[in-house]
């Protein structure tokens, strides 16, 4: 019975197709998020498997122009994200800039940040 929870969340994990790992071994094929919400501590950082739901929808809202939000200055807490494409340099989708873009890359990384966090980066971006 000990053994079946963690076989079931690694297979929820797989099936899901998002996969945490740290920064240098992503997968090439990936797609790699980084929340920027913290200044003293890591941000979470996860990557989107190709075999993802998700990944052919960030992968066409990526390719699509991003307006610049209203307020592009630094502030504290929620920033934005940075995504890295296969094969593209990064880029900073910028706080409120693209709600549904953000909303999706939020939901990638769920399972990755605290329900708290969750609930105010995704009430941010809707704000």
């Given at each position: 019975m000990t053994l079946?929870l963690?076989?079931?969340a690694?297979?929820?994990?797989f099936?899901?197709?998002v996969?945490?790992q740290?920064?240098?071994?992503f997968?090439?094929d990936?797609?790699r998020v980084?929340?920027l919400?913290?200044?003293?501590r890591?941000?979470?950082?996860w990557s989107?498997?190709?075999f993802s739901?998700l990944?052919r929808n960030?992968?066409?809202?990526m390719?699509?122009p991003?307006?610049?939000?209203q307020?592009?200055?630094p502030r504290?807490g929620?920033n ?9 340099p990064?880029?900073?989708?910028p ?10 890359l939020?939901y ?15 009430s941010?971006?809707?704000?």
């Amino acid at each position: 019975m000990t053994l079946l929870l963690p076989v079931a969340a690694f297979l929820a994990t797989f099936i899901c197709g998002v996969f945490t790992q740290s920064t240098k071994h992503f997968p090439n094929d990936s797609i790699r998020v980084r929340l920027l919400i913290y200044s003293g501590r890591e941000d979470p950082t996860w990557s989107v498997s190709p075999f993802s739901r998700l990944y052919r929808n960030i992968s066409y809202l990526m390719q699509r122009p991003t307006p610049s939000p209203q307020n592009s200055f630094p502030r504290l807490g929620y920033n934005g994200f940075d995504v890295v494409m296969p094969g593209v340099p990064t880029r900073t989708i910028p706080a409120r800039s693209n709600p549904v873009l953000e909303s999706m890359l939020l939901y990638s990384g769920r399972q990755y940040i605290d329900e708290s966090t969750y609930r105010y980066v995704l009430s941010d971006i809707h704000r």
